[in-house]
């Protein structure tokens, strides 16, 4: 429980600080857009214009400072269930509470710039700059995404030789599955709009330019991080705390080039377009709504950039972006739903039952039905001294269930409350089961039914 929390803490603390810092630097100009409104560059220094900004950084910090020492709750329940739910709450509501902040104060400037009719003469015109599509474009060579690709394989390669158990060989091929997608993923910024920001095409190639560059180098680096990540795990397997460092390490490496790629971008748009922005600039602000979700059926694209910084975004005019969205929503919705799903796995206990023609194994979704006649053999352990790993199911204090690895029976069926031992191994045919109930004395009742009817079976077997 203790390792869980960690993990958690450190994944989702310097998510704080990722989002915490990329929110406040939106009330900075950036290409004539403060916090996700565009405005001439002469009404930056407005006051009214400052004073919304102030008020940005101001609910940003009473907003998100009291989240940092709520996601240390977790650490006084013994509860993996409601601690999974307080962080995908958590989670949930750092999202909403940055999204709440910054569409509020967006709300008061796009009602300010209404009434001052602070608008460019470009305002509801869509750019796209046809010259600059025509430009050369120099992509980063593939042998820099093919090297990485081929190491994150050799694990799976391995284990694919020495039959490795399941478990691992998903853990490797998923991580080197990643590698392999990453790899045409970068190509995508290559079909993504232009970065125009007004009719100067210098100005428009620099600063795509400078996006691709800035994207080629943060997945150059994802890719990377991913593949050796994949090497480090295949080579240290049975070390926790080996396996514990290198998972945090990847993550701190991310975030940070995340943070730095994202802040030179946005540095580098400013300083390109600080003193280049003159009456005919690209105003868009009625087709993002509410600042971060883009509408505009005048334009062809799918996928088109984020406003500011680093990232890319969908066309919400386009049906297939619309089940696209609707389905990110939904999964961020349901983040605490896998908390609450945690917490019934972890109340509900295992379940023993005998009947007058079968053992029958219960907990929640699974079920195991043993006919009595097919039982070749039946053992009785007061604990459990095998090596125990996990191939498909559930892991938690107290419920293991699915198909786990055990060593000297293989591929074994579990269902058993880990802490309340005795436990009942049975083999039936070439499936063997371990199992037991929550409540101990009903282990032992069923075990001893089961072993009187196998010894009455066999007397009356000798006996005709």
């Known amino acids: 429980m203790l390792a869980m929390n960690i ?79 307080w962080y995908m709450t958590w989670l949930l509501a750092l999202i909403v509470a940055l999204y709440g902040v910054f569409a509020h104060h967006r709300g008061k400037l796009m009602k300010l710039k209404r009434e001052n009719n602070w608008y460019g003469e470009s305002t509801g015109e869509t750019f796209a700059d046809i010259k600059a599509a025509t ?69 428009t190639m620099a600063l795509t330019r400078m996006r691709r560059y800035n994207w080629g180098k943060m997945w150059i680096a994802l890719i990377w991080a991913t593949g050796l990540l994949n090497i480090l795990l295949w080579l ?42 003159g009456e005919l600039y690209l105003d868009e602000d009625d087709y993002w709504i509410g600042g971060l979700f883009y509408h505009n059926p005048n ?10 910084g680093m990232g890319m975004t969908v066309n919400l005019a386009k049906l297939g972006a619309k089940i696209l969205m609707g389905f990110a929503l939904i999964s961020i919705i349901a983040m605490p739903f896998i908390g609450i799903w945690v917490l019934v796995e972890e109340q ?47 892991g938690l204090p107290n419920v293991n269930k699915g198909r786990f690895t055990v060593s000297g029976y293989g591929a074994t069926n579990l269902n058993i409350h880990p802490e309340h031992p005795p436990f009942l191994l049975i083999t039936a045919g070439e499936r063997t089961y371990l199992l037991n109930d ?20 066999q007397l009356l077997s000798s006996i005709s």
């Not at 409104?37 to 910090?61: C, G, Y």
């Not at 998923?174 to 079909?191: D, E, G, H, K, V």
């Not at 206990?349 to 039982?375: F, G, K, M």
């Not at 352990?381 to 095998?386: H, Q, T």
Request: net charge negative.
């Open 7 to 85: 993990i958690m803490v450190a994944s989702f603390f310097p998510a704080w600080f990722l989002v915490y810092f990329m929110a406040k630097n939106y009330a900075e100009p950036k290409k004539n857009i403060i916090i996700g409104t565009t405005l001439p560059q002469e009404i930056h220094s407005d006051e009214q214009v400052e004073a919304i900004s102030k008020s940005f950084h101001k609910w940003l910090n009473i907003t998100m400072f009291p989240m940092l020492p709520a996601l240390f709750v977790p650490f006084f329940t013994q509860s993996m269930g409601l601690a999974t739910t």
């Open 135 to 203: 430009l050369p474009v120099h992509k980063i060579s593939s042998i820099w995404f093919l090297l990485p690709t081929l190491i994150s394989f050799i694990p799976v390669i391995y284990t694919i030789f020495t039959g490795a158990e399941l478990a691992s060989m998903i853990l490797y091929t998923s991580f080197a599955l990643t590698t392999l997608l990453l790899w045409p993923f970068y190509y995508l910024i290559f079909r993504v709009r232009s970065e125009v920001v007004n009719d100067d095409l210098t100005l």
């Open 236 to 277: 240290f397997p049975e070390n926790s705390i080996a396996f514990l460092i290198i998972i945090l390490t990847y993550s701190a490496a991310l975030i940070f080039m995340v943070i730095k790629v994202e802040f030179d971008t946005r540095t580098s748009q400013q300083n390109l377009t600080a003193d280049n922005i």
């Open 299 to 308: 334009d062809t694209h799918f996928m088109v950039n984020y406003r500011v």
């Open 348 to 394: 509900t206990p295992v379940q023993l039952v005998l009947t007058e023609t079968e053992v029958v194994a219960r907990h929640t979704t699974v079920t195991y039905t043993i006919p009595i006649s097919d039982i070749d053999s039946i053992e009785l352990y007061e604990e459990l001294p095998w090596i125990i790993g996990r191939t498909a199911g559930t």
């Open 438 to 457: 929550a409540n101990s004395s009903i282990t032992r009742e069923i075990y001893d039914s089961i072993v009187d009817y196998k010894e009455a079976g």
